[in-house]
């Protein structure tokens, strides 16, 4: 039995020294996953961590007014261009849409003076990150949020981030 300990307490010691992978490799082989079930011909060369920022009940505040100040704005586009083919029924839902918005809006700014800047809840990282395909290499940026268990959050906006950047090898380099 002795005999027997000393070999399960070695390996246990080996086992807990193994070495965490630095966030950019995580996230390299996280993104690369992404971006190979999206385009298999598509590599991540390398992933660059440009900021971490903390993120708090203010900044996912800001974060939330951001994004419903531009549904409303796209809303209002709306708007705007059933006015301008005369569809009353769409012209009425959109200025219901936008009247009730406006409140919400009003609303989402108080919230933002209020908010809790203390409490963390995880990490918004900004990434810069480089893609080959057929030999030809771009440079894009993409956000990443981590929560507090280390947990990468988002999966759906990392693959329309990845998906956008695979659309520019079928531009012309500027």
Same mark, same amino acid.
């Given at each position: 039995m002795k005999k027997l300990l000393l070999p399960v307490i070695i390996l246990l010691f080996i086992?807990?020294? @193994?070495? @965490? @992978? %630095?966030?950019?490799d995580q996230l390299k082989e996280f993104l690369g996953n992404?971006?190979?079930?999206?385009? %298999?011909s598509a590599t991540l060369d390398s992933v660059h961590i440009i900021r971490s920022t903390a993120i708090t009940a203010k900044l996912a505040s800001i974060i939330d007014d951001s994004i419903f100040t531009r549904e409303y704005n796209s809303i209002r586009v709306q708007l705007k261009n059933a006015s301008q083919k005369n569809e009353k029924d769409s012209v009425e839902f959109?200025?219901? &849409?936008?009247?009730?918005? &406006? @409140? &919400?809006?009003?609303?989402? %700014? #108080?919230?933002?003076? #209020?908010?809790?800047?203390?409490?963390?809840? *995880?990490?918004?990282?900004?990434?810069?990150?480089?893609?080959?395909?057929?030999?030809?290499?771009?440079?894009d940026s993409t956000f990443v949020v981590i929560d507090s268990k280390n947990?990468?959050? *988002?999966?759906?906006?990392?693959?329309?981030?990845?998906? #956008?950047?695979i659309r520019k090898f079928s531009r012309k380099p500027s």
């Open positions: 086992i807990s020294c @193994k070495q @965490k @992978k %630095s966030l950019p992404h971006l190979a079930r999206l385009d %298999s959109y200025q219901n &849409e936008t009247t009730y918005m &406006e @409140k &919400e809006i009003d609303s989402l %700014s #108080r919230q933002i003076a #209020r908010s809790d800047t203390t409490h963390h809840f *995880g990490f918004l990282i900004g990434c810069q990150i480089f893609i080959s395909r057929n030999q030809i290499s771009r440079m947990t990468v959050q *988002g999966a759906d906006f990392i693959d329309s981030s990845l998906a #956008r950047s």
